[in-house]
């Protein structure tokens, strides 16, 4: 086995789900995007349904594609980018529902799949995607009178519940679809935690799931384990990697282990981050190289055949600060080539 | 389409392999571990054995086994971590040919698959993968005795042509290989452009293949746009994206784009980096978000279906830069999620 271990807790990510499904006082969703933050989408998505999940999110029509795959004709696979040119035969042989964003895109999918599930996504401030106020009040009478599966919109600071923008974008929201009869739906993890108001009729948790924050109690999903390639003990003087930029202080224990910035360790975060061998702490050494990382284990009185890069003593927030990132990039950079084992 | 384009350019691929053949005074490999450099390594690997490449060089044995696949039994698949516990099976299998870089790795290999082919990966001061001088020393008649197909070691600094850790480790892997039947190697990329020195008998070529430096003279292979998904116009004052980090200061035309980090767009190249609309530079305005990206696209006459990332106005070297890391790091962070087209 010379590759990363990926761990993935699919019972801490069940219960993530069940937790923020009971905080919800409305049908809880999940977002699957980015093959599932990361954690390898067909077996999450499996798993999330099993618990309770009936309306699944990615971000573009090839990722509905693969979930309807895995997951069967049953739940709802809303799509965040809309029905863009060239996805209508896949959003209609599989049932996809695109969350329309624009008049382009209203147009697009009515001539295209006439009848066709779709949902709406509206623009409450953070003018990234979904229509402004005035576009949405010329066309919302004939998008409602077609019967959207969701109206939706999207918050810019919820990972910061003090921020005035989270009131505004909730009252735009309001001012936008109160009175209207299809679901409506605002919250993300983040919108879940600032409270009920938020909560509508669906809410669409993802970073929660996988144990990110702002979701400050969610149970620990992945950890990811680096096998040891080799050993070496090396003199004071001495140096480690590429461009010799590390230099040994003392007589020094080495190790090298599968994977590098090619399976997701972000180089950057190579002089902050350490890595524990058992219970020991042990720092990287030197720059981080593509498929392999070395590490100072001199401290360790005992070397396993892997060193935790994330686990029970460090967790993806920590690799975050790290990288000067967020969790739910350390997450989504987690590579193809990790072996994923899956467990709970 | 809902997903950026990624284009490789085969014909740039198969020249960039062709000229620094040409350069190399003995035989030419290729290296194509991680995903062929995010190109997609089965076209990859397919085009460079079509140019005349018979070697390739991955870092795990579950890479190997892709190779084997898509390019059959004839060429030399290099395993770099070399044979590492639990890999016997995909090693004897696939024919792949371990690069034994210690004691316990050459014991290993000959007891589990005894005539098996390997090579050997000697340290010549990088301290990260290979025997040391003394464990060399030791075991190097009975390693030899077996016919390595190739004795190797890497250059911790060959991207520095004038770093005297260069001629240190020529000298070094001399010392250690002199006078020895088997095949040697010494040079990457790198390596290659120090000169016929450095040659010995198989160079390995990785990142100028894919159009990164050191190799100045590469080709570009791989060009990026993303489609836009919406352009809305917002006026002076509103803000844009995650945590209102963006506000404009003048009327704009906002465009949203497919793609975020989650595609390997690092996060933190968003406050430097601009896209291009034709001939035109658009920044991207607030954070990258996972799955999309905002544009100011004002100063665009006229607006493309999609932007350009990475192409005839961007490198990945300025990516690189704007993300304060190196070239090797934009390729490999490239995701599965691009739609790849191949072309030349």
Same mark, same amino acid.
């Given at each position: !086995?010379?590759?990363?271990?990926?761990?993935?807790?699919?019972?801490?990510?069940?219960?993530?789900?069940?937790?923020?499904?009971?905080?919800?006082?409305? *049908?809880?969703?999940?977002?699957?995007?980015?093959?599932?933050y990361? $954690?390898?989408?067909?077996?999450?998505?499996?798993?999330?349904?099993? $618990?309770?999940?009936?309306?699944?999110?990615?971000?573009?029509?090839?990722?509905?594609?693969?979930?309807?795959?895995?997951?069967?004709?049953?739940?709802?696979?809303?799509?965040?980018?809309?029905?863009? @040119?060239?996805?209508?035969?896949?959003?209609?042989?599989?049932?996809?529902?695109?969350?329309?964003?624009?008049?382009?895109? !209203?147009?697009?999918?009515? *001539?295209?799949?006439?009848?066709?599930?779709?949902?709406?996504?509206?623009d409450?401030?953070?003018?990234?995607?979904?229509? *402004?106020?005035?576009e949405?009040?010329?066309?919302? #009478?004939? &998008?409602?009178?077609?019967?959207?599966?969701?109206?939706? @919109?999207?918050?810019?600071? &919820?990972?910061?519940?003090?921020?005035?923008? #989270?009131?505004?974008q909730?009252?735009?929201?309001?001012? !936008?679809?109160?009175?209207?009869?299809?679901?409506?739906?605002?919250?993300? $993890?983040?919108?879940?935690?600032?409270?009920?108001?938020?909560?509508?009729?669906?809410?669409?948790?993802?970073?929660?799931?996988?144990?990110?924050?702002?979701y400050?109690?969610?149970?620990?999903?992945?950890?990811?384990?680096?096998?040891?390639?080799?050993?070496?003990?090396?003199?004071?003087?001495?140096?480690?990697?590429?461009?010799?930029?590390?230099?040994?202080?003392?007589?020094s224990?080495?190790? $090298?282990?599968?994977?590098?910035?090619?399976?997701?360790?972000?180089?950057? !975060?190579?002089? #902050?981050?350490?890595?524990?061998?058992?219970?020991?702490?042990v720092?990287?050494?030197?720059?981080?190289?593509m498929?392999?990382?070395?590490?100072?284990?001199?401290?360790?009185?005992?070397?396993?055949?892997?060193? *935790?890069?994330v686990?029970?003593?460090?967790?993806?927030?920590?690799?975050a600060? #790290?990288?000067?990132?967020?969790?739910?990039?350390?997450?989504?950079?987690?590579?193809?080539?990790?072996?994923?084992?899956?467990?709970?």
């Amino acid at each position: !086995m010379s590759t990363g271990q990926l761990t993935v807790d699919l019972a801490a990510m069940a219960e993530n789900w069940a937790a923020l499904d009971r905080m919800s006082t409305c *049908e809880t969703g999940a977002v699957v995007k980015a093959n599932g933050y990361g $954690t390898g989408v067909e077996r999450a998505v499996r798993r999330l349904f099993q $618990t309770g999940a009936r309306k699944f999110f990615v971000a573009a029509a090839e990722e509905g594609a693969q979930i309807r795959q895995a997951v069967g004709p049953e739940p709802e696979i809303y799509i965040l980018s809309g029905h863009m @040119s060239g996805d209508t035969d896949m959003i209609g042989d599989l049932g996809l529902i695109p969350l329309l964003s624009s008049i382009d895109q !209203m147009l697009r999918h009515f *001539e295209a799949l006439p009848g066709a599930a779709f949902g709406m996504q509206l623009d409450t401030g953070m003018n990234r995607l979904g229509m *402004e106020p005035a576009e949405w009040e010329a066309v919302r #009478n004939l &998008a409602l009178a077609q019967g959207p599966r969701l109206v939706m @919109s999207h918050l810019a600071c &919820a990972d910061e519940p003090d921020h005035p923008m #989270n009131a505004q974008q909730l009252a735009a929201f309001k001012a !936008m679809t109160d009175g209207i009869e299809a679901p409506r739906s605002l919250a993300a $993890t983040g919108g879940i935690l600032l409270g009920k108001d938020y909560h509508f009729d669906v809410t669409r948790p993802g970073i929660g799931l996988y144990g990110g924050l702002p979701y400050i109690d969610a149970k620990p999903v992945i950890s990811i384990d680096l096998p040891i390639i080799q050993i070496r003990d090396i003199v004071a003087g001495e140096s480690v990697g590429y461009g010799n930029t590390w230099i040994a202080e003392r007589d020094s224990r080495i190790a $090298t282990v599968a994977s590098g910035y090619a399976d997701g360790i972000l180089r950057i !975060m190579g002089p #902050n981050t350490q890595l524990f061998a058992g219970e020991t702490r042990v720092p990287i050494t030197g720059r981080i190289s593509m498929d392999s990382i070395s590490v100072d284990v001199t401290d360790a009185t005992d070397i396993p055949p892997a060193l *935790e890069l994330v686990g029970r003593h460090q967790s993806i927030e920590t690799l975050a600060r #790290n990288a000067n990132t967020i969790g739910y990039e350390i997450l989504t950079s987690l590579d193809a080539r990790y072996t994923r084992r899956y467990v709970g």
